[in-house]
């Protein structure tokens, strides 16, 4: 295990337009985004479940306290975003959890964009109304 002085152990996630910085440390499971409670910050269920994938899957979930700071997109990308920066943070802290957390998807960035939308049509795919006459 490599770690700085203080032993964090800092990631960077990425998803959409949004990123996470995250640094976990050994503590009782405390999960701070944006200097706000994880439960303020991400007021969906759903949502939460998402980001706290990587935790319950190598067990950690109590054993670690994680703070993260989020930027640019929606909920939805920066759900991602911490998500893919706990997982890839979770392996600086230990290495031999990289078979299960890829396994699972957690360490690949995903690298859907928006599109971009196309002169002389209203977005991205949709076109005008076409009339023959």
């Known amino acids: 295990m490599n770690a700085s002085v203080t032993n964090e152990f800092c990631a960077t996630g ?3 337009s949004a990123s996470a910085r995250v640094r976990i440390a050994a503590g009782s499971g405390k999960i701070m ?3 706000e409670a994880f439960e303020k910050y991400f ?3 759903a949502t939460r479940g998402y980001i706290l994938q990587p935790l319950r899957l190598t067990g950690l979930e109590s054993a670690l306290d994680i ?3 989020v930027s640019g ?3 939805a990308g920066q759900a991602g975003a911490l998500r893919h920066g706990i997982a890839r943070a979770l392996l600086k802290y ?3 959890l990289r078979a299960d957390l890829k396994a699972s998807g957690m360490l690949t960035r995903d690298a859907r964009e ?3 939308k196309k002169s002389g049509q209203p977005g991205a795919r949709k076109r005008f109304q076409f009339s023959k006459r």
Do not use: I, L, M, Y
């Open 14 to 16: 990425r998803r959409k």
């Open 73 to 75: 997109g929606g909920v």
């Open 94 to 96: 230990d290495e031999t």
């Open 33 to 35: 985004v944006n200097d």
């Open 114 to 116: 928006k599109e971009r």
């Open 43 to 45: 007021s969906a269920e």
């Open 67 to 69: 703070s993260a700071n």
